[in-house]
Structures are given as structure tokens and as C-alpha cells.
């Protein structure tokens, strides 16, 4: 491979860099793609956004097996689990996708290189351990994610204090898992093991959950979580987590200061976010502009200011989605192929996949109340929504349309409830074709659907809805 010269050399092979990669061979590129793991998919689908998906979806068959059945007339004995199967299970939907990925790398003619990559100069990268080559290249895209970001006084082991790579894999189910974060992975993995038993804990510094999301959504989520068992501890911060024989001691205190106490428990989850992951790639020797967190600063084309070098996904500024990344390494390749490309940040969706799920798109109450913006508010309620009734799934939540109070254009959208992360979809490309909510609630929606209470949302914003 030393003889090679490539058009494109990516760095790391999550889903913005296979995509990118991809993408890139697609058009008529030599490429080449380096990463450390020999199983592509990256972070999200190794160990990851994947992995979390399928016990979130197992351990909610768990708990509808226990709860929900009788409802419909479903009678069963009693329910056991099988962890070690569960478990399995989780693995093998891994292990069949990172094998897709491998096998449209080499329909591609993509080289796949294992090892850990070093930028020696522009259009050159060295790699080692275990391959060792040197790569010649036109240009070099950096798609090397993100690491869960470390906590002062909170020393990872993956056994007993874990980030989200342990709590895939814990042997048994915890007595007691305190979640350090209010976020989507700590939400999302809490959930798994609340379902399967545990009792839950989550500590957040903040006065609230999911700080990017919606207030009022945000509220609604913390209400149906604490039903299912979680207890909250907000404005609450970690100070210090010791392993003992019988578990872990978790220390906290008031976030604005105050008297610490104990909390003891099996196992603490460290999920109070994630940073960008760029060590030993050699960019400060090169020169490469990062901002004071780390993140790499691109321009418009997602070059770095050193001309051929590109960066996208978790390393740059912007939220941390494998769907943002995708995108935006497919624009990257595009532009350095000559089209045209741009993303419109605004209409990127947020999922958290918990039960009920929430997803996001556009702007939130709290921002345009902040902007001085003159909107309209849209809402319409799972309660009255004949499927979600039917189907005697979580009714508690609801579809939320921002509008322009003057022109009816949709500002932004949020939903709380069952397969929300589905149905966010209609509103972000609403959202990009610059849709009014009059657009969405003239357009025919099949009934009976859950996507009928975003029409009805959507009649709230413009005009009246006909079901509540």
C-alpha cells in the first residue's frame, strides 16, 4: 500500500467516515479508511448507538412481558430473564452490521486499513499498530468521534464505575445503578436496566434533563420516567466514587454548594457527556486551528486551515448525532469533488429512545422566547389519538409545533411519545422545504396513524385541530 496514492484517506470508520468513505468511492475516488478497531461502525455501532438500541428494545419486551400484556388480553406465567441471551442478542445485531459494512467497503473497492493513524504532513498519514504503512494522499478527512468525557474524582474501571461501553456488558443486573447525567445516554442505558430490575438513581448538575431539549418536553419526560420507577436527584453534583468489596460509594453534594452525603450502590454510570476524540492524530504540530474545548474548526467545506485537510462528526463543533456526522460526510466529499453541498443545521433531529421517546427538531420554546421572536405554539396530545389509544401504548405525551407567528413557517418541533424518533422525520423535512404548518395540516394522513397527531399539531399552530 506504500505505492498507493489516494485521492481520499479517512480517519476513522464511524458512520461519518464509512459513509464519507463511501460516498467517496462512489465518486470515483481511491480511498482508503484507518481505523484502530478491525470491526467498522465506530463507536455508535460497536459499542454504541446500536448495541443501546437493541437492549433498550429487549428490556422493553422484559417490562411489557410483565406489565402490559394482561392489558390486551395476553396471559402468561411468569416472566424470567435470560441476561446472558439478552445480552447475545445485542452482540449479534452488531455483529451482522459491522459485517454489512465490510462487505459494501469491498463493493466500493474501499481499502480498510487497521491501526492507529498519525497526520505526519498534508497528504501524508503514518500508520501503526498493528498495520504499518505509510499512506499517500490528495486530501485526509478526520472522522475520529468522540470519548466519554471524564469526571474530577471518578476513576473508570468498566466493572463497577463505568461510562456507556460498560453499562452494555454489566454480568448481572444491579441492585442500585446511579446514572451520573441527565443526558441521552444516561437516560437511555438507566431505562435498560431500570426495566430489567435495578433501581435507578440518576444525578444531574443541572436543574433539569435533557438541557438541549425543550423545557416543557423536558418536564413531561422527567414525569413519565419517574413513574417507572427513577429517582432524580437535580442540581446535584459528584464529587468523588470509591469501590468497595460490596459496590460503590458515591459522594454528593448540592450543586451550589452545600453538605456532601453518601449514596451506595452496585454500579455508577459516568455519562455526564462526551468529548472529542483527536490524540496522537499530530494536529498541533501541524498547526491545525481547535477551539478551547478541542473541536476542530472547519470552514464552510469542512477544511481544517491546513489546506487538504477536512474534519467532520464529533470532532467538530455541533451536536454529537451519527446522523450529523453522515451528512456531513457525504457534503465534505461532494464539495472536494467539485459539487455544491451545504447542511442546514437547523433541521437536524435528536432522539432520546426511551420509552416514551423524544425527539427534537429546530428551535425550542426557550430559544425563541430568548430571541424575541413573535411564534405560535401547536400542540396536540397522544391521549386523543385514536392509534396510540388502540394500541394502549403510553398516551401521556404530545406533538409540539413553533411557528412564525406572521408567515406560519415551521420554527421547530417536538415530540414526546411512542416512536417519536419516527415520526420527527415529516417535520424535519418540513423543515427543509421551508414547510408552514398549514403545508403539513393540509397534507392527507392515513388514519389511524401516530403521525396524525403532527397534522393535528399542526391545525393547533395554524388554525384549530378537529380532535380536541
Partial sequence: MTDTQYDLVVIGAGPGGYVAAIRASQLGMKVACVDKRSTLGGTCLNVGCIPSKALLQSSEKFFEAQHSLADHGVKIGKVGLDLDKMLARKDDVVDGLTKG?????????????????????????????????????????????SESAPL??????????????????????????????????????????????????????????????????????HKCLEKQGMTFRLGTKVTEAKPSKSGVALTVEPADDGEAETIECDVVLSAIGRRPFTAGLGLEELGVEMDQRGFIEVDEAFQTNVSGIFAIGDVIPGPMLAHKAEDEGVVAVEMMGGQAGHIDYNAIPAVVFTAPEVASVGRTEEQLMADGADYTVGKFPFVANSRARASEIDTNGFVKILTDAKTDKVLGAHIIGPDAGTMIAELALAMEFSASAEDIARTCHAHPTLNEAVKEAALAAWNKPIHV
Fill in 152 to 221: 474530577p474524582g471518578v476513576e473508570i474501571d468498566e466493572e463497577r464505575i463505568v461510562t456507556s461501553t460498560g453499562a452494555l456488558s454489566l454480568s448481572k443486573v444491579p441492585e442500585h445503578l446511579v446514572v451520573v447525567g441527565g443526558g441521552y445516554i444516561g437516560l437511555e442505558m438507566g431505562s435498560v436496566w431500570g426495566r430489567l430490575g435495578a433501581k435507578v438513581t440518576v444525578v444531574e448538575f443541572l436543574d433539569r434533563i435533557v438541557p438541549a431539549m425543550d423545557r416543557e418536553v423536558a418536564a413531561e419526560m
Fill in 101 to 145: 459494512i465490510a462487505f459494501l467497503f469491498k463493493k466500493n473497492k474501499i481499502d480498510q486499513i487497521t491501526g492507529t493513524a498519525r497526520i505526519a504532513e498534508a497528504g501524508i498519514v503514518e500508520v501503526s499498530d498493528p498495520a504499518s504503512v505509510t499512506l499517500k494522499t490528495k486530501n485526509i478527512l478526520i472522522a475520529t468521534g
